[in-house]
Each structure stands twice: as C-alpha cells, then as structure tokens.
C-alpha cells in the first residue's frame, strides 16, 4: 500500500489559462504541443495544469509526495503526466514569477508520474464568466499526485479521462 509522504497547497488564479507547477531546478520553460487538449503536460522540472478557457474563478492546487502509486480517487477529469525533475523538490507557481505554495520536497531526483485529478469544474460552466465584485469567486479543485517513475516503466504520458 502507498504511502503519503508529504503535501503542500495553493490557491490562485489561473493565468494564460494554466497553473504551473515547478521544480527547484527549474531553469527555462519547455512548452508542449498545447492543442492535444490534455489536462496536464509533463517535461524537465515543470507540468502544467490546464484550465477550461473560463476566468474569473480560483484553482486550490493540492501536490502530494507519494512513495509509490497511490490508489485512484473519484475525481471529473484525470490525466497523468511524467515530470522529470534535477532536483528533488516542486512547488506551485505564479508562472515561474513566485512561489505560491511552500516547497513539497521529495525523496530523490529523477522521473515521476504525476496523476492529476480535477474536482468543480462542471460547476463553473454554470456560473457567468466574470465574477460581480463582492462574491466570492468559486473555486476548481485540482490534486496532483506524485510518485516515483518506476525503472521498467516507459516514460510516456496518459490521456485525460472522464
């Protein structure tokens, strides 16, 4: 049974549409082929989390550090992503500007998968697209989960699932 060794939270505004996640070695952007409509894209030290197009809402991001493959929970939308990462630590960004959640260290350097799972959003097709001022603006629920990259494992990504 896996086991959860740490987490760390954030809650923003998506920018450009996306949540950056990145690594403590992270250096330059490396931008996937966004048109594939994935939920998330894995590269060297950084994963992005992709929003629905709609503004005007607030992302909780939740990473988790796993020590092997967690069991699945019930989320609207999952995708799973590899991560390779120089450094043994992540934290959710403003786009590489700040950090916007302390630093989730891992245990070791190296390549991880990275499951995403995405709670609320068919909740905000509901509401209008600007939020009137005064109300709180609702909030999508995203957990990343990470856990080591098994050696025999191939290092390729999984498409996003209902």
Same mark, same amino acid.
């Given at each position: 049974m896996?086991?959860l ?11 450009d ?9 992270f250096?330059?952007f490396v ?6 409509g994935r *939920?998330?894209?894995? @590269? ?8 629905? %197009?709609?503004?005007?809402?607030d &992302?909780?991001? $939740?990473?988790?550090s796993?020590d ?6 019930a989320?609207e ?5 590899v991560?390779t990462l120089?450094r043994p630590?992540?934290?959710v960004s403003?786009?590489a500007?700040?950090?916007a959640?302390?630093v989730?260290? *891992?245990?070791?350097a @190296? ?8 709670? %609320?959003r068919a909740?905000?097709? &509901?509401l209008? $697209?600007a939020v009137p001022p ?10 990343v989960?990470?856990w080591?990259?098994p050696?025999s494992s ?5 498409p996003?699932?209902?």
């Open positions: 896996a086991m060794l740490g987490a760390v939270e954030a809650t923003l505004p998506p920018e549409n996306m949540v950056l996640v990145a690594g403590t070695g250096r330059d931008l996937p082929d966004f048109t594939a *939920l998330c894209y894995g @590269g060297p030290d950084q994963l992005y989390l992709m929003g629905d %197009g709609r503004t005007g809402h &992302e909780h991001v $939740l990473l988790e796993w092997a493959e967690p069991a699945p929970d989320a939308l999952t995708d799973v992503a991560v120089t630590g992540v934290y403003w786009m500007e700040s950090a959640s302390p989730l260290e *891992l245990a070791v @190296g390549d991880y998968r990275a499951r995403v799972t995405v709670t %609320g909740a905000l097709a &509901e209008p $697209l005064g109300r709180r603006r609702p909030v999508e629920h995203v957990r989960q990470l080591p990259q050696a191939p290092a390729r990504s999984a996003a699932t209902a």
